[in-house]
Antibody, heavy 118, light 107 residues
């Protein structure tokens, strides 16, 4: 059974850092692109970042460029999101999702909540 | 960036009804359009990809279509578990973008 499980969320002060993890199981992580998405409280969905199978290509939404870094460790079946210089507007539930080469996603995790306090 | 405009933002319907949700892209996105369902307090679930292809396990009561840059999600025979918020998403180009969502409520 395909599963992706996020962890690492929590309360952090503005300007602080947090590292999210996503554990993948039931499929071979190295054969898929992966993404992070987020949803601010009471708001819609937003794509945050994507990473190619071997980590050689990464893409980010403008609002997190230079502050967030997506990475992966295929040997550990894990995806990561390093979040630095956090802002109040980064407060959201963060989801990881599996992507196909053309960008479509299928499986998403249950999410992890990040709260940035001012 | 490609903007995805969904309508309506909310609708009320009864069990057994058929409803239609529309999503308009600000430019051509070929067939790179997906629909997601999000029940309250739950993670989004992928329903449809490439305009009209159902994800594995999604019932055929859900269907999708396109006309140019206008995309439609139709839900037939609404059941209590279908009352949720639905989002469209384009994955044609970065940044991938979502519509603002359509909340389907019980009348």
């Amino acid at each position: 059974e395909v599963q992706v499980v996020e962890s690492g969320g929590g309360l952090v002060q503005r300007g602080g850092s947090l590292r999210l993890s996503c554990a993948a199981s039931g499929f071979t992580l190295s054969t898929y692109w992966m993404s992070w998405f987020r949803q601010a409280p009471g708001k819609g969905l937003e794509w945050v970042a994507s990473i190619k199978q071997d980590g050689s290509e990464k893409n980010y939404v403008d609002s997190v460029k230079g502050r967030f870094t997506i990475s992966r460790d295929n040997a550990k079946n894990s995806l990561y999101l390093q979040m630095d210089s956090l802002r109040a507007e980064d407060t959201a539930v963060y989801y990881c999702g599996r992507l196909y080469d053309n960008g479509r996603s299928d499986y998403w995790g249950q999410g992890t909540l990040v709260t940035v306090s001012s | 960036d490609i903007q995805m405009t969904q309508s309506p933002s909310s609708l009320s319907a009864s069990v057994g009804d058929r409803v239609t949700i529309t999503c308009r892209a600000s430019q051509g996105i070929a067939n790179d359009l997906a629909w997601f369902q999000q029940r309250p307090g739950k993670a989004p679930k992928s329903l449809i990809y490439a305009v009209s292809n159902l994800q594995r396990g999604v019932p055929s009561k859900f269907s999708g279509s396109a006309s140019g840059t206008d995309f439609t999600l139709t839900i037939s025979n609404l059941q209590p578990e279908d009352f949720a918020t639905y989002y469209c998403q384009q994955y044609y180009s970065y940044p991938y973008t979502f519509g603002q969502g359509t909340k389907v409520e019980i009348k």
